[in-house]
């Protein structure tokens, strides 16, 4: 493939050409030129959008696809391909399939089904056999076969003991722990975040010491094992103070944030819609804010989309008994626009590279070409007609967005929205 790509203003603080607009050459998946007014003496392709701009290619810590097993929800190929058009290069896979990833076969599995995708899939292992929390799982086989991180997505692992020993154990290879925080006694049968709007709902609340309680004894477990830890979609204020104060103690741990948590509050479950039941639960417009503030100080690593497709039959149930997520691939970077400044995001969007020891390419000559397209102005409003996934369970339907991806050049293919 050759291609040239027409004054596109960089966006990446490890280029030289940080902050200029400039023409691009790519050949064969490798930056070959960068300069202004590049010529075109070979008739190669151009391409030349509105305000377009590049930045290295975006990674989400935290993709669910359905397949293997609930393919009616997402497959791994439509998944990746939604992936592509909303600018991100790489996803890491979360295990929560059926049956779950929790062995080398599983992993090479879903390494095969996403082989010549523009967009890379990096497989998250199951931390514990089948999810349940008793014996660890086959985690150095896992490894050697690709996958990235290990934990069982939004199950929080009980078992102190177990927990402590996956951090020893992961140290021989490297490997990084990622542990969700909801302790499930404390949250009970909860649906929502316990405060002022669950209570004039009537809905069972879950209060944020199932998150933050949970935090703390993992933080004390890194403190004692060592290793790496990775906590996932914090959600309270509280939860962000815990880990500014374990990385000033010198802790090996990081943390990401779901879009969601960053852009909507509880007060959505107003109408009892279940697009709007997500785990953890939406929380209060001052979380939200001590999220933000948490992103702008640097104690949250990583925002993902969270990205959780379900199928029909089980969302449009009662709240109670309706399954808990939202896609967010679509809407990733629009809703972010309306409440980070661009050259956060990008930062967020990027970072998990080096936690999930996955490789990053600067905007360079001669570096490979791993780029996400975008123009960060212009408004619109998230509709059906914006959704590539299978299923539509989103909760930024009806919501502002600013800017747009346009899709991203990677693995030596070109893919537009």
């Given at each position: 493939m050759k291609i040239i790509i027409r004054e596109a203003k960089i966006i990446d603080p490890k280029s030289p050409f940080n902050n200029q607009t400039v023409d691009l050459l790519i050949v064969d998946g490798f930056i070959k030129k960068i300069g202004t007014a590049l010529p075109n003496t070979d008739n190669v392709e151009e391409l030349k959008l509105d305000n377009l701009h590049l930045s290295q290619g975006w990674f989400d810590s935290s993709v669910s696809l359905g397949e293997p097993g609930f393919e009616?929800?997402?497959?791994?190929?439509n998944g990746l391909d939604v992936a592509a058009k909303s600018g991100f290069t790489a996803i890491a896979l979360q295990p929560n399939s059926y049956p779950i990833i929790d062995n080398q076969a599983q992993v090479n599995f879903v390494k095969n089904k996403a082989n010549g995708f523009a967009t890379q899939l990096f497989p998250i292992g199951a931390l514990t056999k089948e999810s349940e929390g008793k014996d660890m799982a086959e985690l150095y086989d896992m490894k050697n076969s690709g996958a990235v991180a290990f934990g069982d997505y939004t199950k929080s692992l009980d078992n102190a003991n177990l927990l402590k020993i996956a951090l020893q154990y992961v140290q021989d290879f490297d490997g990084l722990v990622i542990a969700f925080a909801q302790d499930d006694k404390i949250k009970g049968n909860g649906v929502a975040n316990e405060g002022v709007v669950s209570t004039r709902l009537g809905l069972k609340g879950i209060p944020d010491l199932a998150e933050e309680l949970q935090i703390a004894r993992n933080l004390f477990l890194l403190e004692y094992a060592g290793g790496k830890m990775h906590i996932p979609t914090i959600s309270s204020a509280k939860s962000v103070q815990l880990i500014k104060e374990a990385k000033a103690k010198g802790l090996n741990v990081t943390c990401s944030v779901s879009i969601h948590h960053l852009v909507l509050t509880d007060e959505k479950l107003e109408g009892f819609d279940t697009r709007y039941k997500v785990t953890p639960p939406l929380k209060t417009e001052s979380d939200r804010q001590a999220l933000i503030n948490g992103i702008l100080d640097g104690t949250i690593d990583l925002i993902t989309s969270d990205?959780?497709?379900?199928?029909?039959e089980h969302?449009?149930?009662?709240?109670?008994?309706a399954k808990n997520g939202t896609i967010g691939l679509e809407s990733a970077f629009g809703a972010l626009m309306t409440v980070l400044p661009l050259v956060t995001i990008i930062e967020k969007f990027t970072a998990g590279k080096t936690i999930f020891s996955i490789p990053s390419n600067a905007i360079n000559e001669g570096e490979i070409a791993n780029i996400t397209l975008f123009n960060p102005e212009g408004n619109s409003i998230f509709t059906k007609?914006?959704?590539?996934?299978?299923?539509?369970?989103?909760?930024?339907?009806?919501?502002?967005?600013?800017?747009?991806?346009?899709?991203?050049?990677?693995?030596?293919?070109?893919?537009?929205?």
């Open positions: 009616d929800r997402e497959t791994i190929a990205h959780n497709p379900i199928d029909i969302k449009k149930m009662e709240f109670d008994m007609e914006n959704i590539l996934s299978k299923s539509k369970n989103s909760a930024f339907l009806g919501t502002n967005l600013k800017g747009k991806a346009y899709g991203i050049l990677n693995q030596g293919k070109l893919i537009l929205g």
